[in-house]
């Protein structure tokens, strides 16, 4: 089976910066793209950024000229880069891994920016 773990949530003041990654192991094969979702209670989720084999990527208005997203394939790992972060982006964050067999979550990581 697929895993996916996550490292590098935490707790960081507005206008701080982190660095998500996700690694993933066991049977990956056929990679369509990695990215990362987030959530807050009581709303669903969304997408923050993607980024596909052939290295396209795709950001939410939301995040974009702050987050940066990054993949190492021969790690099967992806980075997230969120800098300038804002109290609206605490959530938990999801890693998401779409290959050709099945679609693959992460357990999520808390990122909490104090204003």
């Known amino acids: 089976q697929v895993q996916l773990v996550e490292s590098g949530g935490g707790l960081v003041q507005a206008g701080g910066s982190l660095r998500l990654s996700c690694a993933a192991s066991g049977r990956v094969v056929g990679i369509n793209s990695m990215g990362w979702y987030r959530q807050v209670p009581g709303k669903q989720r969304e997408l923050v950024a993607e980024i596909t084999g052939g290295q396209r990527t795709n950001y939410a208005d939301s995040v974009k000229g702050r987050f940066t997203i990054s993949r190492d394939n021969t790690k099967n790992t992806v980075y997230l880069q969120m800098n300038s972060l804002k109290s609206e982006d605490t959530a938990v964050y999801y890693c998401?891994?779409?290959?050709?067999?099945?679609?693959?979550w992460g357990q999520g990581t808390q990122v909490t920016v104090s204003s």
């Open positions: 998401v891994l779409d290959t050709v067999l099945s679609t693959y």
